[in-house]
């Protein structure tokens, strides 16, 4: 080629059911993947019946510092998804979690 790298993203899954890695849940990328991967959540199915707050909190503590908020809506969105939700934008778990959890 002409050294322009390509990136191909995961194509995302359409229901938690055919969803294998964790880069093909809605809203996560390479990056977010890496950190759930780093709080010990391998596969899409380890996210079953966690909740978003408590490993928002583990990756926090887990890179010594706190994750910008949006890092919970997206966690939120992720395990909303894998128990049966359709994929939604990570930014539609906002106003939840500021009801939920203030600024975080």
């Known amino acids: 080629m002409n050294g322009i790298a390509v990136v191909i993203k ?3 899954a359409a ?3 055919e969803c294998r890695t ?3 849940l809605p ?4 990056s977010l993947a890496a950190d759930l991967r780093l709080i010990g959540i391998r596969e899409p199915k380890d996210l079953r019946g ?10 926090c503590a887990a890179t010594g510092q706190r994750q910008d908020p949006c ?12 128990r049966g939700a359709p994929a939604a934008p990570w930014w539609k778990y906002t106003p939840q979690r500021k009801a939920l959890f203030g600024q975080v």
Request: cysteine-free; proline content about 6%; glycine content about 2%.
């Open 10 to 12: 995961s194509p995302k």
């Open 15 to 17: 229901s938690a059911a």
């Open 22 to 24: 964790l880069e093909q």
């Open 27 to 30: 809203n996560i990328g390479p």
């Open 50 to 59: 966690k909740d978003a707050f408590v490993l928002y909190q583990r990756l």
């Open 71 to 82: 890092v919970l809506d997206t966690f939120m969105a992720a395990t909303d998804f894998m």
